[in-house]
């Protein structure tokens, strides 16, 4: 069984910046995403229900890129890196290259959004 979180209007799930051992699955509700730019975190994405969320630094063990925010009241599954590793680590090599690959294509062009 999945462990559950909820969260309120204006609560933050994570933030830029934080180690990751955790990716989630957005049940019901909106989430914001947002990035530092001086003292300021400005909106740069949406997350909606049925969309996974902190799974660049959940997969590549960078920090977190973005900080995340319920919009709306939120529930969310979460998936530990133990329970995603016993799945992973069975599928092909090619698979994994294939996720890597292009985690660090996304990281890059990350790097590049200017807020």
């Known amino acids: 069984m999945s462990d559950k979180i909820s969260l309120k209007p204006e609560e933050f799930l994570l933030r830029e910046g934080e180690e990751s051992t955790t990716m989630y699955f957005l049940q ?3 989430l914001a995403v947002l990035k530092r730019q001086g003292d300021v975190e400005k909106q740069i994405g949406t997350i909606y229900s049925g ?3 902190g799974e660049m630094s959940f997969l590549d063990k960078q920090p977190r890129s ?3 925010k319920a919009m709306t009241d939120s529930e969310l599954v979460v998936i530990p890196s133990e329970k995603f590793e016993k799945i992973f ?3 092909p090599t090619w698979y994994k290259a294939l996720i890597n690959t292009l985690l660090e294509r996304l990281r890059k062009a990350n790097a590049r959004v200017r807020v």
């Open 89 to 91: 680590k069975d599928q």
């Open 28 to 30: 019901s509700g909106t």
């Open 66 to 68: 973005a900080s995340i």
């Open 51 to 53: 969309e996974v969320v």
